[in-house]
């Protein structure tokens, strides 16, 4: 597909964050352009004008990208695949969380000098902070990259987020935790300053 | 002659359905049909074609499928029960407003020769 195709075709298409539902747009449109620009080459147009007014027939993407957005809002499958996005990143947010209690368990409570880790405040506030990092990142990543197109980005990402924050406290009482509230009130207020600020 | 974009828009879909429902079609098959079967009369935004298929295949009035054509592989939108349904009722109640709108007329014409 010739550069200024590809390049029309995204900007027409930037408005649609699902990858799905952009790639069979895509195909779509590609093979309606390739059909337009056979009819002008068939008129005697050269190459690069038939491609040029086929493009034109298709219509202009600053037009055509808010129908497109409006069309995958349409979607049903739209919720479905934004939930899976969403439980992907909790998925993520559990694997990072086993990492960071490995890397705890061998690098910090094996060590004869952060014995007493769990028992020192200072050393219990560095401890969580690791397993915060190690759950909130990579779904941080992931939601980031995901939703990078969509519009409701934010929401969704401070919604992950927080949904990660809720499951693990929630494991962590069942599990017959203690969680001192000062942590409890700073990890919630973190997922929720790192979704709006970073999104 | 070109059809008011306003007043076509309405019946966009009523051609669809009925350029459907005598076979299979592509994107562009259709709108190619679209504006020879009416003189150049109603020619869709082509930009705009494809949400508007995709907008009635939600509905389910269609389904679409991938086959070669031609020598090229398509996308080919195919008429539901539903949407052959939908289609008859459409055609209905077209014909009963184009008749209501045609009487007015007639009335209109009568009254302005009295």
Redesign the interface.
């Given at each position: 597909m010739p550069d200024g195709l590809r390049a029309y075709l995204e900007r027409?298409l930037a408005l649609v964050p699902e990858s799905a539902y952009r790639l069979?747009?895509r195909?779509?449109?590609g093979?309606?352009l390739?059909?337009?620009a056979e009819g002008y080459l068939a008129r005697g147009y050269d190459e690069g004008e038939a491609i040029l007014r086929a493009m034109e027939?298709?219509?202009r993407p600053e037009?055509?990208r808010e129908?497109?957005r409006?069309?995958w809002l349409?979607?049903?499958e739209r919720w479905r695949r934004d939930l899976e996005r969403l439980l992907m990143g909790c998925f993520l947010a559990l694997l990072g969380h086993l990492l960071a209690l490995l890397f705890l368990e061998h690098f910090v409570s094996g060590s004869r000098r952060f014995l007493k880790v769990y028992g020192d405040p200072r050393w219990r506030f560095l401890a969580e902070g690791v397993l915060f990092a190690g759950e909130t990142l990579p779904c941080l990543i992931w939601l980031l990259l995901r939703f990078r197109r969509d519009r409701t980005r934010r929401a969704w990402v401070t919604a992950g987020l927080v949904l990660v924050w809720a499951l693990d406290k929630a494991m962590l009482l069942l599990t017959g935790g203690d969680l001192p509230l000062p942590y409890f009130f700073a990890t919630l207020g973190a997922s929720l300053v790192i979704g709006l600020v970073f999104s | 002659m070109r059809v008011d974009k306003e007043l076509s828009k309405g019946s966009h879909e009523l051609i669809l359905l009925k350029l459907l429902s005598r076979g299979d079609k592509?994107?562009?098959q259709i709108i190619q049909e679209m504006a020879l079967l009416s003189d150049h009369a109603f020619e869709m935004?082509?930009?705009?074609?494809?949400?508007f298929l995709?907008?009635l295949e939600?509905k389910g009035l269609l389904t679409a499928y991938r086959e070669e054509v031609g020598g090229?592989?398509?996308?080919l939108y195919h008429l539901t029960e539903k949407g052959r349904k939908a289609l008859a009722e459409k055609e209905k109640k077209w014909r009963d407003f184009v008749g209501a709108v045609e009487s007015v007329l007639r009335g209109q014409a009568e009254c302005r020769t009295d």
């Open positions: 027409c069979r747009l195909q779509e449109l093979e309606h390739a059909d337009l027939k298709l219509g037009q055509l129908q497109y409006e069309a349409r979607q049903p | 592509y994107g562009y935004s082509q930009g705009s074609l494809y949400p995709h907008k939600t090229r592989s398509r996308v």
